[in-house]
């Protein structure tokens, strides 16, 4: 419930803050209901480049760029709208049915870590939500106990301590749940295909060939490379250029 709230009011925001620039998002969205999606891209990109962003402008590019054959920037919008929103429904079905249109079918290493766990919770809850809630039970606890030691009523005394600790446990959760998702970086293939190299140097040892839409983890960056794990846990280096961030 209380998560469906804080979406409500990001989304009330956000819809406040476009309606400054509601005749180029009308503008867009016309160009894309008559089938113009490069005049729509353009619009869209001109909004992000405002400042103003939201799920739902991330998942009409998405749409935009599907339409037009370049899956890789679909994926990669996708992926933006349920960074800001992970329980974007729209964008987590369009998503799944992008993915089927990649040629890369990499069978996918389980990773165990107590990061991949606390990543895999932002899809469910987000570090903001978290941290809120937390700092909201800390508040109404604190009051709690004031009240209590000045009325001298030992029960609500106890609960009010309970309540603080699962408080400053949920804040310390979405603290480290914030280091783990800002920490991961992870890029889409928006080339047709891109070469993976031992060494960020087009002279050393081809590794492998990666193709559009694929989600790879950055590592690292050096220069116009980027050392990359694939979902096969395989390591190499890519030209920066073939790939953009989340």
């Excluded at 620039?21 to 992000?48: C, G, K, M, R």
């Excluded at 990061?115 to 899809?123: A, P, Q, S, T």
């Excluded at 050096?222 to 073939?242: D, F, H, Q, R």
Aim: aromatic letters at 12%; charged letters at 20%.
């Amino acid at each position: 419930m209380i998560k469906k709230l804080f979406i409500f009011l990001f989304t009330l925001l956000a819809g406040i803050n476009l309606s400054a620039n509601e005749p180029l998002l009308d503008s867009a969205e016309s160009s894309y209901a008559a089938s113009n999606f490069e005049t729509a891209i353009q619009h869209y990109q001109s909004i992000l480049k405002k400042g103003l962003s939201s799920p739902d402008i991330h998942y009409n590019l998405g749409n935009c760029y599907f339409r037009s054959g370049e899956l890789g920037n679909a994926i990669l919008y996708y992926e933006k709208a349920l960074k800001i929103d992970p329980s974007h429904e729209n964008s987590a079905f369009n998503l799944t049915l992008a993915k089927t249109k990649r040629i890369d079918k990499f069978d996918e290493v389980p990773q165990f870590s107590f990061d991949v766990v606390l990543i895999g919770l932002n899809k469910y809850i987000s570090h903001n939500y978290a941290s809120i809630l937390g700092s909201t039970l800390i508040v109404f606890a604190a009051l709690c106990y004031i009240y209590a030691k000045k009325i001298k009523i030992k029960k609500l005394i106890y609960l009010a301590r309970i309540v603080v600790t699962i408080g400053f446990l949920i804040t310390f959760i979405a603290w480290k749940q914030q280091s783990a998702v800002n920490d991961y970086k992870a890029g889409i293939v928006v080339v047709k295909s891109s070469n993976i190299f031992s060494e960020p140097n087009p002279n050393s040892t081809l590794l492998f060939e990666i193709h559009e839409g694929t989600k790879i983890e950055i590592l690292s960056a050096s220069g116009n490379w980027l050392n990359i794990k694939a979902p096969n846990n395989s390591v190499g280096y890519i030209e920066k250029l073939n790939l953009r961030e989340i």
